[in-house]
């Protein structure tokens, strides 16, 4: 899966990335175009995750 298809479903991913880190907020886990990178980085720092293994977790999702 590519971020496009992220997009497409965040709010659904979302939901999950917080029943799993609820520490996030909804402002750590804000999609913006463009700003995909950023949301990674933050993703990678809570879940202590490399890059593509957060991808691979978000696909998996």
């Known amino acids: ?3 496009l298809t992220w997009k497409g479903r965040w709010n659904e991913l979302k939901g999950k990335v ?3 880190y609820a520490d996030l ?3 750590d886990l804000l999609y913006e175009e463009g700003k995909e990178d ?3 980085g933050k993703l ?4 202590g995750k490399t890059k593509d ?4 977790w978000l696909d998996k999702m």
Do not use: S
């Not at 990678?44 to 879940?47: I, N, V």
């Not at 293994?53 to 691979?56: I, L, Q």
């Open 38 to 40: 950023e949301l990674l």
């Open 25 to 27: 907020t909804d402002n």
């Open 1 to 3: 899966m590519n971020k």
């Open 53 to 56: 293994e957060v991808e691979d």
């Open 44 to 47: 990678q720092k809570a879940t």
């Open 18 to 20: 917080k029943q799993q």
